[in-house]
């Protein structure tokens, strides 16, 4: 014991016994002993190897019994508790050796733990080498956490004191592991065969029995590419579980156990080209999915399919559970394949005017060379070699046939290769084609230029409108796409529908998809007016919508733009806010994921003296709202803020006073919040509208967004406002030419507000006559009525039929009656690429790419660039960003030309190594790679996309490598950078032509 009071250990070991022998060839050898006394044993084993290197081993044995006094012990009030195994199986007895501190008897609770106290007991333990038996139980599989807390009382005046030991037991989990069996009647079948897969499912003794198996059959090439997304189900049940018990006291500290890592979370048809009955075109990467597949009483099952058309080896997956949660799993292998076979190679896609080049690889299975006859037949694409080839074939080989081919201005390239020999025949659409019967897509070398005109006639008379075309343009695409909404009503389910398939599937988009059609069925219901289409989207989107939203959400209870992103907290409000209505609206919601993200939001809860940014100050008052809406208001930081609102937005004092009329109606505070908005309106011909001074960009702010979230404000404290009804008008004619608003977000607040409006007013009462007239001539006329409130009215008129010479007169008109009509115009002209120059609207973007040998790219070895490039050769693509101000939410898309393929390095099939993400010359002095500011990358089919939720003021640089895989001429599509909320911030670089050489 030292002046502290602290035990202080000092050692004398004494040799008790020792041995010289050599070892077996094996390299052991048998050495053993009897102690004559309790306590600790350390066994120390010393070898040379003929070259005489040593070697030395240890081992620390505790052995209980007459002798022992006090056991060297770990600090502060710890105990190592000693096993007798070093695993065990249900039904064993573990002999537990505690080695207590104490000299005097001590009481013992004895629990066995893991998600919670399985067991306890209290026991009396004499001496300081007690031993406890705990017998072993089939729950305890894989494995428990065995505690041992003593406890001394008084003893001679000396204070009460603890010791606290655990220890983790491995109990072994063979009998909850169903013996599965599985096999297909036979080994290997062609496309199209009927395959019958039988199952057979035993218990641990090889008992049959009845459990629930789910079926997926997937390409193995595809499966090859990347790690499986989930553990097997006795991994996922059964593996190492963590201890999630505490177990704590005044006198000391316990053990809390150790927290392991737990696993994370085509079309049918037929052909007659050269006698050909079937053509392949059918090329899934999943053919079979079943999820409820259930043994009989002697635990077998049958599963019945039919192989697509793919030629290559397919992997049936099953697994099972019982109904007491014993689980199993098995995968086979069946190769699909023919004996003589054709294999298109082709880009994923096309740009109008390619010169390019396809290929079709011959397979020869049969044990006789055969003379072939290969065959393309082209839609879309002008064949520009001969179309046909005739080879021999040797057996058992193959050999590749190319064709070179010049794209046409289409929508897609339709190409079918045959091969007929031998008495046998193959026919295949390319196997990467992602349209119609695996047709190939067809891109636009051109620029595409939109012009929008909109407006309201809210009673009866005419409206003209003058369109004038461009003085270049191509004739073969645009068009003028006239849309009538005879309602407001109909004018949001345009909206509505456009959000159902957002461009990029965000954890805004999916909370602006559901959210809006919640709000808008459940006004129609106010208005007991029914529509079917609606319900029907509504349910077929929200539950996948909680899904993704359950899946996205961190840790931390908060959500990030993608799942790579940090948690964000604004858009973590925006979730929220979405989850308490849909709860308010009798959706079944997990209160869980409500709980987490409303403690992850008042964690970030600060006084507003102490927050010095505006954007700051803008979030946090659109998290209170949230906060209130969820039943989590914070009245005393609201008054305080609305108190101090010189610094906030707009849409924040707007969002404000709906939080303080929530948790205080009537509140003082709310009438200046009113007052500031009242006084800000912007008044013009088109309606009133709201514009902040300084868009907050961090919060996606919009001038669309504060005026919607004014207009709602208003409605929901000032409903006689003379400013609502014209704010509506603004905010429909602010749509953008598709019907809906400039992005996923202003969409959503937009309609959430019409949706106030329409509950409010009744605004989808409608009664008159409208037409619609382009130069003289009707285009459409109808009569808006109660039944059909609905239904837009869209008009498409080719570019080709307007005027090029003299403006096109648009006129729309409407009679007397109750309602307004609602109209918007867009004119979309293309023109050719050459004419379209690199523009920079805040974000100038470029692309270049190099030569690469595998080890240039970095700043002191640039690598060479490469105007050209040939078959087989690596390049490596370089895209520049210039950014002059800090940028949130970006998008960068670069595409490729056709005749390329991006190497993807997060893929297992791809090389280790590869190209290095370059710093910008112009960021030496940031300290910063470039690469490190994307939070999401994409390479899709056609190109390459990078995400970045905020990226300061720069210039970056991100490289990656391309293989050059088939020769041709290819137009190459500009690179695009853009910000997603804010789409006046936008920069394209200049489009090219780029040759592949054989």
């Excluded at 290997?188 to 009927?194: I, L, Y």
């Excluded at 000032?718 to 969409?747: F, Q």
């Excluded at 390459?944 to 293989?963: E, I, N, S, V």
Aim: with cysteine; hydrophobic share 40%; glycine share 8%.
């Amino acid at each position: 014991m030292d002046d502290e009071g602290l035990i202080a250990w000092e050692s004398d070991a004494t040799l008790v016994n020792q041995i010289s022998h050599p070892t077996s060839e094996d390299g052991a050898f048998l050495f053993s002993f009897v102690p004559e006394k309790g306590g600790t044993y350390q066994v120390s084993a010393t070898g040379t190897d003929p070259a005489g290197r040593q070697t030395v081993g240890r081992l620390t044995i505790w052995v209980s019994g007459q002798g022992v006094g006090l056991w060297r012990q770990p600090p502060a009030g710890r105990m190592a508790l000693v096993p007798d195994r070093e695993s065990y199986q249900p039904g064993d007895v573990a002999r537990i050796l505690v080695p207590s501190p104490f000299q005097e008897a001590a009481t013992a609770l004895v629990t066995i733990e893991r998600g919670e106290v399985l067991t306890h007991q209290v026991i009396q333990v004499e001496g300081a080498d007690a031993m406890i038996e705990v017998p072993i139980r089939d729950l305890y599989a894989p494995n428990v956490f065995l505690t041992v807390t003593l406890i001394r009382p008084v003893v001679n005046g000396d204070p009460a004191a603890l010791a606290v030991g655990m220890i983790e037991l491995p109990v072994a989990a063979d009998a909850l592991e169903l013996q599965v069996t599985l096999a297909p009647d036979r080994a290997q079948a062609g496309p199209g065969e009927d395959i019958t897969y039988q199952l057979e499912a035993l218990d641990a003794q090889g008992q049959p029995v009845q459990a629930e198996f789910s079926f997926a059959l997937a390409d193995l090439a595809v499966l090859s590419l990347t790690d499986p997304n989930s553990p097997s189900p006795f991994e996922a049940f059964y593996s190492r579980q963590p201890l999630r018990v505490r177990t704590g006291a005044s006198l000391a500290i316990s053990g809390e156990g150790i927290r392991e890592g737990i696993p994370g979370d085509g079309m049918g048809g037929g052909g007659g080209e050269m006698g050909i009955l079937e053509v392949r075109r059918e090329f899934p990467d999943t053919a079979y999915w079943n999820a409820s597949v259930v043994t009989d009483a002697l635990g077998q099952a049958q599963v019945d399919l039919t192989l697509p058309d793919s030629l290559t080896t397919w992997r049936m997956d099953t697994r099972g559970v019982t109904i007491d949660t014993l689980v199993g799993s098995a995968t086979v292998d069946l190769i699909s394949t023919k004996d003589l076979l054709v294999r298109p190679v082709t880009p994923r896609y096309f740009t109008a005017g390619d010169a390019a080049s396809v290929a079709a690889v011959v397979h020869n299975n049969t044990s006789n060379e055969i003379t072939v006859e290969t065959q393309l037949v082209a839609n879309g694409a002008e064949i520009t070699s001969s179309p046909s080839h005739t080879a021999t074939v040797p057996a058992q080989g193959q050999m590749r046939f190319e064709w070179s081919l010049v794209v046409q201005d289409v929508e897609f390239v339709d190409l079918t290769f045959h091969v007929t020999g031998g008495g046998l025949r193959d026919a295949s659409k390319p196997t990467i084609g992602s349209t119609v019967d695996g047709a190939l897509p067809v891109l636009r070398y051109s620029a595409p230029d939109t012009i929008a005109t909109a407006g309201i006639l809210e009673s009866s008379g005419e409206r003209l409108e003058a369109i004038n075309l461009p003085r270049r343009f191509d004739a073969t695409q645009g068009e003028l796409m006239t849309t009538l909404d005879p309602s407001l009503g109909s004018a949001m389910s345009t909206a509505l529908d456009l959000l159902e398939n957002p461009k990029y599937l965000s954890t805004e988009a999916v909370v602006s998809r559901f959210l809006p059609n919640l709000a808008t069925y459940r006004a129609l219901q106010d208005l007991n007016l029914d529509d079917p289409s609606l319900q029907s989207r509504l349910k077929r989107t929200l539950d996948d919508s909680l899904q993704f939203l359950r899946s996205r959400q961190g840790s931390d209870g908060g959500w990030g733009w993608w799942s790579e992103s940090p948690s964000n907290p604004y858009l973590t409000a925006y979730v929220l806010y979405s989850l308490a209505v849909a709860r308010d609206a009798g959706v079944e919601v997990s209160e869980g994921m409500i709980d987490t993200a409303t403690n992850y939001l008042l964690a970030g809860i600060i006084s507003p003296t102490m927050i010095k940014e505006p954007s700051v100050k803008n979030r946090q008052a659109f998290v209170l709202y949230a906060l209130a809406v969820a039943g989590e208001g914070d009245l005393p930081t609201a008054r305080q803020m609305a108190a101090e609102r010189g610094e906030l937005n707009l849409w924040a004092r707007a969002l404000l006073a709906q939080t303080l009329a929530l948790l205080s109606p009537g509140d003082e505070l709310i009438s200046p919040l009113l007052s500031d908005l009242e006084a800000a309106a912007v008044r013009s011909s088109t309606g009133a509208h709201w514009e902040d001074e300084t868009i907050d960009r961090w919060n996606m702010g919009s001038s669309v967004r504060t005026t919607a979230h004014v207009l709602q404000t208003l409605i929901a404290l000032d409903g006689d406002n003379t400013l609502i009804p014209s704010t509506v008008r603004w905010l429909v004619a602010a749509r953008e030419r598709d019907g809906a608003w400039s992005s996923t977000h202003e969409t959503a607040w937009a309609i959430l507000a019409l949706t106030d409006w329409l509950k409010a007013s009744g605004g989808l009462e409608a009664n008159y006559d409208y037409s619609l007239m382009l130069n003289g001539e009707i285009l459409t006329s109808g009569t808006a009525a109660p039944g059909a409130l609905f239904s837009s009215v869209e008009l498409a008129t080719p570019i080709s039929e307007l005027l090029a010479d003299q403006p096109n007169q648009l006129s729309v008109g409407r009679g007397p009656g109750d309602g307004a009509l609602y109209y918007t115009a867009h004119l979309t002209v293309y023109r050719p690429i050459e004419d379209v120059q690199a523009s920079s609207r805040g974000i100038t973007v470029q692309r270049e790419y190099f030569h690469y040998d595998g080890f240039c790219g970095g700043i002191e070895d640039p690598c060479p660039p490469a105007p050209s490039a040939v078959v087989g050769e690596d390049l490596l693509a370089r895209v520049t960003l210039i950014v002059p101000s800090d940028q949130y939410y970006l998008v960068v898309e670069d595409p490729y030309p056709a005749g390329m393929e991006a190497i993807d390095t997060q893929l297992l099939t791809t090389p280790t190594g590869g190209a290095p993400v370059q710093l910008a010359e112009a960021d030496l002095l940031r300290g910063g790679w470039g690469g490190w500011w994307f939070t999401r990358v994409s390479f899709d089919d056609d190109r390459l996309r990078l995400f970045a939720d905020y990226l300061p003021a720069g210039t970056y640089q991100y490289t990656y490598l391309t293989r050059a895989v088939l020769p041709g001429e290819y137009r190459v599509l500009p690179p695009r950078a853009w910000a997603v909320y804010f789409p006046e911030v936008y920069g394209q670089g200049a489009g090219r032509v780029y040759t592949i050489q054989p």
